[in-house]
């Protein structure tokens, strides 16, 4: 890893990325799509939030399928 580098978990794994990576560059850099939601650290970021939430050291970050019923 180098300096300008941090380490979070994604879905459970261990990753390096750029420290001033945003949930948008992020998902953008691991070629995530469809329809998903972002949990980080246990909470739900709105995709309204994705261009300006700055993913930090640590993070765990997970993509869910949302949950459809009736």
């Known amino acids: ?3 300008n580098q941090q380490q979070i ?3 459970g794994e261990p990753l390096s990325i750029d420290q001033t990576q945003t949930v948008s560059a992020f998902l ?4 995530v799509g469809g329809r998903f939601i ?3 650290n246990d909470e739900v970021v709105p995709k ?3 261009d300006q939430h700055a993913i930090q050291a640590g993070d765990q970050i997970e993509i ?7």
Do not use: D, H, L, Y
């Not at 953008?28 to 070629?31: I, K, T, V, Y």
């Open 28 to 31: 953008e850099s691991q070629a």
């Open 9 to 11: 978990q994604f879905n």
């Open 1 to 3: 890893m180098t300096s």
């Open 64 to 70: 869910m399928s949302p949950i459809s019923g009736g």
């Open 38 to 40: 972002v949990v980080i």
């Open 48 to 50: 309204s939030n994705w």
